[in-house]
């Protein structure tokens, strides 16, 4: 039996974890307590940990119940699996290169949402913009009751527009990112986990459009109190990001945001994953600019 050792970052999610080898294959039984603790606390955090990206997939395929080592053609070493994907400000091509980021889920306003992202840390100098997490389960279980109340049975859309510019308090450095083709839908707002069957608080600023069958001013208000609970400072963990850390979450449970980052600002190059990869289709990138551009 593998000795892990995990240290709890808050009450109600993350955790930090010590003793993991990375290598391809794991032993199971570090796999049960891996897809375990992911399940139970939803984002975990490797510190001083030598990853490339092939261990990267594998463990973020791993932690969503699959078997990279089933079929790896189609999965560890697929064309999509090996493309590696930068969120940089330095790396040419870079993925959310500069600005600020609203809280939100990856790709949350389609059917097949990513269920796991994973950024291990590349370049890093000091000191660079962390990046923030609220889990959306831990917010639907504290909701205070009257709240609970008013958004039970309610449904949400989300998608991709414009609205969430309108939260931005101002701030010209907010990111945008804009795609080809314009998807919705549909969801309640406390929305059943798919795999672990837990109840999260489903909404977001960066991606939710409004409530259904509410006026927009209605609307507006009711999520900004769903907001306001949601992003509490006490809800949050803060990840200050060194060289050789692999932070690995659920996408659906959990929420990311982060503060601006500039290109002349410190070097800050992450090495990003999705689980499952991304299909050719969901694989189109957007394009990034900011609210004041």
Same mark, same amino acid.
């Given at each position: #039996?593998?000795?892990?050792?995990?240290?709890?970052?808050?009450?109600?999610?993350?955790?930090?974890?010590?003793?993991?080898?990375?290598?391809? %294959?794991?032993?199971?039984?570090?796999?049960?307590?891996?897809?375990?603790?992911?399940?139970?606390?939803?984002?975990?955090?490797?510190?001083?940990?030598? =990853?490339?990206?092939?261990?990267?997939?594998?463990?973020?395929?791993?932690?969503?119940?699959?078997?990279?080592?089933?079929? %790896? =053609?189609?999965?560890?070493?697929?064309?999509?699996?090996?493309?590696?994907?930068?969120?940089?400000?330095?790396?040419?091509? &870079?993925?959310? *290169?500069?600005?600020?980021?609203?809280?939100? !889920?990856?790709? #949350?306003?389609?059917?097949?949402?990513?269920?796991?992202?994973?950024?291990? &840390?590349?370049?890093?100098?000091?000191?660079? !913009? *962390?990046? #923030?997490?609220?889990?959306?389960?831990?917010?639907?279980?504290?909701? %205070?009751?009257?709240?609970?109340?008013?958004?039970?049975?309610?449904? =949400?859309?989300?998608?991709?527009?414009?609205?969430?510019?309108?939260?931005?308090?101002?701030?010209?450095?907010?990111?945008?990112?804009?795609?080809?083709?314009?998807?919705?839908?549909?969801?309640?707002?406390?929305? @059943?986990?798919?795999?672990?069957? @837990?109840?999260?608080?489903?909404?977001? %600023?960066?991606?939710?459009?409004?409530?259904?069958? #509410?006026?927009?001013?209605? !609307?507006?208000?009711?999520?900004?109190?769903?907001?306001?609970?949601?992003? @509490?400072?006490?809800?949050?963990?803060?990840?200050?990001?060194?060289?050789?850390?692999?932070?690995?979450?659920?996408n659906i449970a959990l929420q990311h945001a982060r503060p601006n980052v500039t290109y002349e600002g410190p070097a800050r190059t992450l090495r990003k994953t999705f689980a499952p990869p991304p299909s050719a289709n969901a !694989?189109?990138?957007?394009?990034?600019?900011?609210?004041?551009?």
């Amino acid at each position: #039996m593998a000795s892990l050792q995990v240290k709890e970052i808050r009450p109600g999610f993350g955790a930090e974890i010590s003793g993991v080898e990375p290598k391809v %294959p794991l032993p199971d039984d570090v796999i049960a307590q891996l897809r375990q603790l992911f399940d139970e606390r939803g984002l975990l955090v490797f510190r001083d940990i030598d =990853a490339d990206l092939r261990f990267q997939t594998y463990l973020s395929l791993l932690l969503i119940g699959e078997d990279p080592l089933a079929n %790896p =053609a189609e999965s560890l070493d697929s064309p999509a699996a090996r493309r590696e994907l930068l969120v940089s400000n330095r790396e040419e091509g &870079g993925n959310a *290169p500069v600005g600020r980021l609203l809280y939100h !889920s990856d790709y #949350m306003w389609r059917d097949d949402v990513f269920r796991l992202l994973s950024l291990y &840390g590349l370049k890093v100098e000091q000191p660079t !913009s *962390p990046t #923030m997490f609220v889990s959306a389960a831990h917010g639907w279980d504290t909701l %205070p009751d009257d709240l609970r109340a008013r958004v039970e049975g309610l449904y =949400a859309i989300h998608g991709q527009d414009a609205s969430y510019q309108q939260r931005s308090g101002g701030d010209a450095d907010v990111l945008v990112s804009k795609f080809d083709e314009a998807e919705t839908i549909r969801l309640p707002i406390g929305h @059943r986990h798919p795999r672990t069957g @837990r109840t999260i608080l489903y909404v977001t %600023p960066q991606f939710t459009q409004r409530i259904d069958g #509410m006026e927009e001013a209605e !609307s507006e208000a009711l999520l900004g109190e769903l907001f306001d609970h949601l992003y @509490r400072p006490e809800a949050e963990i803060t990840h200050q990001w060194r060289e050789r850390d692999l932070v690995m979450w659920d996408n659906i449970a959990l929420q990311h945001a982060r503060p601006n980052v500039t290109y002349e600002g410190p070097a800050r190059t992450l090495r990003k994953t999705f689980a499952p990869p991304p299909s050719a289709n969901a !694989s189109k990138r957007p394009r990034f600019t900011t609210v004041g551009a």
